[in-house]
């Protein structure tokens, strides 16, 4: 849809899912007549954008995982991913469906291990894949996954 029949963003929006206890903020909401797009923007240092454009990787999981919960928040069925580089304000943008099967299954999956964990008062598995993009992320990770209660944990 050409973006001058679109209406101006309306702010940052918040959801609540009360089932699996989850609240968030999308972006920006972005509306017609018809139709609706909640935006979730995520900003890039230029050399990372331009790799992630050029390997032709798409969008990061937990990015989409992110999306797809506001959209399941709100019923809406399509929102988009907007990449900008910070240095040269390059663009890249992707689609997020609601009927996303796999992406419905991952995300209720991870919820549902996570809300598993808070009410039994027991950590969740950690995850095992040295690839993991988590394993890079978290300064704790190998000590987590060296803790004798981790090994014990069945999720």
């Not at 900008?84 to 390059?90: E, F, H, N, Q, V």
Request: proline share 8%.
């Amino acid at each position: 849809t050409p973006a001058e029949i679109w209406a101006t963003p309306n702010a940052q929006g918040h959801i609540e899912i009360p089932k699996y206890d989850l609240t968030g903020y999308y972006d920006f909401l972005v509306e017609n007549d018809s139709n609706k797009l909640i935006y979730e923007t995520k900003s890039k240092h230029s050399r990372a954008f331009w790799y992630m454009l050029n390997k032709g990787q798409g969008p990061h999981r937990h990015h989409e995982m992110q999306l797809w919960s506001y959209l399941f928040g709100t019923d809406i069925p399509e929102g988009r991913l907007l990449y900008i580089s910070k240095d040269d304000l390059a663009m890249l943008e992707y689609p997020v469906f609601l009927d996303d099967d796999p992406l419905r299954s991952e995300v209720i999956g991870q919820l549902e291990i996570l809300n598993k964990a808070w009410v039994e008062k027991l950590p969740p598995k950690p995850i095992e894949d040295p690839k993991a993009w988590q394993n890079k992320y978290c300064r704790y990770h190998k000590q987590c996954v060296s803790q004798p209660e981790y090994l014990k944990v069945d999720v």
